[in-house]
């Protein structure tokens, strides 16, 4: 019986060993927009985030998002008592982690294209913007503010617009970790660094937990944009000789949907036409354009009238920086119509309208 009863008591000291292991210190945020003070436990003096949690945000595609909110971080001590804010006195720096959908160590979010990538930038008072990379901890530590003051901070969310796509909305949902700093290391002794997230002295600080959720949506419309075309300067050619000119331009249309165009003209009506600049004397001239994706098959316009055929938009909002315009205006001045020009100089506003299909 006596080395039944042996076995017995070493197994309870076993159990009891377990049970006393470190527990890191964790705020819930159950005062996130106050002082800390008449809040217990400790670590939920120490430690709040405002304006955040569970917040629903949206922002439109070629825009950018700022999400104000504050945090109050400081060194919760035993001094005091419950109802006094001198359980944060001292100031505490912390870190954070961002966590959310990814792909290729971007944020990315999801609906009816393609997954959106979108940057995400941490704003603080002392430090102007600090870039966040998915489920990495910042290197950048931020100042708490004493006695339980918060300190007003931001997220900014960008999205990539190098490519267009598919109208709709896309969502995704982030989460915020938030690491309090211990308060004795030094950055210059290896031996004793300053630890944040891998600090062990759950007594003195604290992180967040569970962490903060936050939902995005981006909204995405169909878009159509012409840009890239410059005034034309036609030279006199010598007689018996047409005029030719040509210039490239750019239409964007979200996801390359297709779209068709139409070319009116200031001084004509049915024609495209130079107006002379003292006299009531026309010049007639006639317009082709194609694509410059094939198929390249040109089309002759007709003043005001939208084009049969149709063609893809680029993806990019302005062709890559206008390095690939995908179109191309010609325009062509019969001889036949320069054989006795009645004016010095002949001019004519051309409005090109572009139309998703």
């Not at 910042?138 to 617009?161: D, H, K, L």
């Not at 410059?292 to 302005?318: A, C, I, M, R, Y």
Request: hydrophobic share 35%.
């Amino acid at each position: 019986m006596r080395q039944n009863n042996t076995r017995h008591l070493v197994l309870l000291l076993v159990l009891f060993v377990l049970k006393t292991a470190t527990v890191q210190a964790q705020s819930s945020n159950q005062d996130p927009c106050g002082d800390g003070s008449g809040i217990m436990p400790l670590p939920d003096k120490a430690l709040g985030v405002c304006g955040l949690d569970d917040t629903d945000h949206v922002l439109e595609f070629e825009g950018d998002l700022t999400i104000p909110f504050s945090i109050r971080s400081c060194w919760a001590d035993w001094e005091g008592n419950e109802w006094s804010t001198a359980y944060c006195a001292q100031s505490r720096d912390y870190t954070i982690e961002v966590t959310g959908p990814t792909l290729n160590q971007e944020f990315v979010l999801s609906g009816p294209g393609e997954d959106i990538p979108v940057a995400l930038t941490f704003h603080h008072p002392s430090v102007t913007s600090t870039a966040v990379v998915p489920g990495q901890v910042t290197g950048t530590r931020f100042r708490g503010a004493a006695n339980g003051q918060q300190t007003p901070v931001s997220f900014s969310i960008t999205p990539n617009t190098t490519t267009a796509p598919t109208p709709g909305i896309y969502r995704g949902t982030l989460q915020l970790y938030l690491y309090q700093c211990n308060p004795w290391g030094s950055p210059d002794d290896p031996y004793n660094p300053i630890l944040c997230k891998d600090s062990t002295a759950s007594d003195n600080r604290t992180e967040l937990s569970p962490p903060l959720s936050v939902d995005i949506a981006l909204l995405v419309g169909a878009g159509i944009r012409i840009s890239g075309l410059e005034d034309m300067v036609l030279q006199m050619p010598a007689p018996g000789n047409d005029i030719t000119a040509e210039q490239y331009f750019c239409v964007y249309t979200t996801a390359s949907t297709k779209f068709t165009l139409r070319a009116d003209s200031q001084n004509g009506s049915g024609q495209f036409l130079l107006g002379g600049a003292s006299t009531t004397d026309t010049i007639a001239y006639e317009l082709l354009v194609q694509s410059e994706k094939p198929p390249k098959k040109k089309t002759k316009l007709s003043e005001g009238v939208f084009t049969q055929k149709s063609w893809e938009g680029h993806s990019s909002v302005d062709c890559t920086g206008y390095s690939d315009e995908n179109m191309l205006l010609n325009l062509t001045i019969p001889a036949a119509n320069l054989a006795n020009p009645q004016d010095y100089q002949y001019t004519d506003t051309l409005t090109l309208t572009v139309e998703m299909q």
